[in-house]
């Protein structure tokens, strides 16, 4: 019983780390495409 309930937790767990990846991923990548422009306008001046 208290393996299961411990299977459980790291099962939700394993599922928050992947959706705090997947949004960080999608965050990283937004933002790239605005941080290139931010880059490329700091080089310039």
Known sequence: MKSRHF???LA???A???LIGVSAAAN???A???G???IHG???T
Request: no cysteine.
């Open 7 to 9: 299977e459980n937790v």
């Open 12 to 14: 939700l767990l394993g």
């Open 16 to 18: 928050l780390v992947i």
């Open 28 to 30: 990283i990548a937004l």
């Open 32 to 34: 790239g495409d605005m």
């Open 36 to 38: 290139t422009v931010e």
């Open 42 to 44: 700091s080089a310039q």
